[in-house]
């Protein structure tokens, strides 16, 4: 017998108010452990997040000068 399991489809991309409370609880997390570094593979883990929704989140963290992302796909807070 072959079980079947349903895929979960896609979340839509954080609408405006998720996007700006995702933002600020990444910001708070960076903030209370300023030596924190992450990929982007680790974002979504830990944040339970979409690679669209990542990919949104840590441009606008870099964008803004929170975070740098280094060569290898790192980012962290510029300071460190």
Known sequence: MV???AATPPRPLL???HFDRMVCLIRAEFDEMPGMR???AQFRR???ITESECDAVVRH???TGFLV???RG???PPDY
């Open 3 to 5: 079980a079947l399991i």
């Open 74 to 76: 790192v980012s962290r």
């Open 38 to 40: 992450l990929t982007r």
């Open 46 to 48: 830990l944040w339970q």
């Open 69 to 71: 992302e280094t060569a």
């Open 61 to 63: 963290l870099v964008d």
């Open 15 to 17: 609408g405006r108010g």
